[in-house]
């Protein structure tokens, strides 16, 4: 092997490993959210639920229809207070019944 072609791998190969460096450290802050997100998604699923289901104790309710109603809502996202996504809506569904929202932030 020429010394020319042993200098230019040895020059790729430290090409390669310094792209690949520097890639993994653009990723470390994302791969530090999905560690937090992963560790608060097991805390909830792991958590202990105050309800029972097993409990024959309580109030049974003989008639529940399942109607949902919505009265005078206004939301914000937190990190974007000063844009409204809701702003007093009113909403009522009926039993049995599928709806979907769709918005778009401006």
């Known amino acids: 092997m020429s010394p020319i072609i042993g200098i230019r791998g040895v020059f790729f190969a430290l090409l390669l490993a310094t792209t690949g460096i520097s890639q993994t450290s653009a990723l470390a802050s994302d791969s530090a959210k999905a560690r937090d997100s992963a560790i608060s998604i097991f805390e909830i699923v792991d958590r202990k639920s105050k309800i029972d289901p097993g409990s024959e ?17 206004s939301f914000r996202y937190p990190t974007r207070p000063d844009v409204p996504i809701f702003t007093n809506l009113s909403l009522s569904i009926p039993s049995g019944k599928v709806h979907m929202l769709c918005f778009s932030i401006p």
């Not at 104790?57 to 809502?73: A, C, K, P, S, T």
């Open 57 to 73: 104790e309580g109030q049974v309710l003989e008639n529940v229809r399942g109607d949902i109603e919505l009265r005078h809502i």
